[in-house]
């Protein structure tokens, strides 16, 4: 999931996916290219599972992020 999101902070959809029954063992991953200091730690408190800055190493990006997949 992207940082950035147009209509809701990142921190509220990942509580929303994570307070859903059906939802709640979906990885997310945060992603982002305007990392504040301190942003992979909230992440992870917010119940993300993984966090990627930008940009993208389209090389490695779908090894990266098939270690979040089980």
């Given at each position: 999931?992207?940082?950035?999101?147009?209509?809701?902070?990142?921190?509220?959809?990942?509580?929303?996916?994570?307070?859903?029954?059906?939802?709640?063992?979906?990885?997310v991953?945060?992603l982002t290219?305007?990392?504040?200091?301190?942003?992979?730690?909230?992440?992870?408190?917010?119940?993300?599972?993984?966090?990627i800055?930008?940009?993208?190493?389209?090389?490695?990006?779908l090894?990266?992020i098939?270690q979040?997949?089980?």
């Amino acid at each position: 999931m992207d940082i950035q999101l147009p209509d809701m902070d990142w921190f509220s959809a990942t509580r929303i996916i994570k307070e859903d029954p059906e939802l709640k063992d979906i990885p997310v991953v945060a992603l982002t290219s305007y990392a504040m200091h301190g942003d992979d730690k909230k992440a992870f408190e917010a119940g993300r599972v993984g966090y990627i800055d930008k940009p993208i190493d389209t090389r490695s990006f779908l090894e990266n992020i098939s270690q979040y997949m089980g």
